[in-house]
């Protein structure tokens, strides 16, 4: 397997920093005076293809007006920047939604393979049914925060554009109605238009399958360049979540996302699967 270059991090790192900046509104010009580089470097170190030193991420960051946990964190992607292996944030470290690995992953993803055992991917989901799964996972948000949240969560989705999704979903992750027969029918209605989409390949496990190769867990492949293999693997829990950068590590995964594939339904029966499903959720 080839390795990534450049580094995962660097790239999730490189990503951010053209964020902040946007979202300061600030040149790239602009903020090369204030540090003293040149535009050109600015703009490799944005686009991931040099690393940052901590003096001059530290100038950045200074310039956006980032600070506290955010900087802390951005701060340690960039000591960690020429490491492989794997790493992981809590989420007591990620001070909001736009500070997720995964979410720095996908900005840069060519293509994703995700499976999923009990949660459809966020790359999916409808605004009622993140609000429900969000609400379940963390009672303690408030409803202003619920909001900013989903509206994120669904910001996102504006990627599909670009890159190209392979779902895996175990068919019991749906039998569960999550916000209730109505939400649920409704993001079961959004899997099986998806699947119409060219760009995105979308199968169901069925139960009749028996014991499978994604019993262990969810997990998402991320690969950095079109045909290239996976060059990380994220994993999430509920107050964390972490990559994997590893190749050997990395390939067990892509071996069993290759193994799921083969025992999951095909792309026309997942969908008479889907309709079916969609049928018997009907109040």
Known sequence: MAAASPN?????????????????GITIDVVAERIGLSKSAVSRIENGLVGVKLPVLKALLSAYGVEGDQAAVLERLSR????????????????????QTLVG???????INDYSTGIVSGLLQ?????AALLMAMYPEMTAEKLERAVEYRVKRQARLADVRLWVILAEEGLERPVGG???????????RLAADDPRISLQLIGKESG??????G?????????????????????RWDACV???????????????????????????????????????
Do not use: C
Not at 15 to 20: D, N, P
Not at 126 to 130: I, L, M, V
């Open 8 to 24: 995962v991090r660097r790239r999730r790192l490189a990503a951010e920093l053209r964020r902040l900046r946007g979202d300061a």
């Open 80 to 99: 960690e920047g020429s490491q492989r292996g794997w790493w992981q944030v809590d989420a007591g470290e990620i001070p909001s939604n736009d500070y």
């Open 105 to 111: 992953l996908e900005a840069e993803a060519a293509w």
């Open 126 to 130: 409808t605004e009622a049914y993140a």
């Open 181 to 191: 027969p109505v939400v649920m029918r409704e993001q079961v209605e959004r899997l």
């Open 211 to 216: 014991e499978h190769a994604g019993m262990a």
């Open 218 to 238: 969810n997990f998402t492949l991320i690969g950095l360049h079109d045909q290239s293999p996976p060059e990380a693997v994220y994993l999430e829990g509920t």
């Open 245 to 283: 950068e590893d190749p050997p590590q990395v390939a067990v995964y892509s071996r069993s996302f290759d193994n799921l594939r083969a025992a999951a339904l095909g792309f026309q029966d997942s969908k008479t699967r889907l309709r079916r499903i969609e049928k018997e959720l009907v109040s």
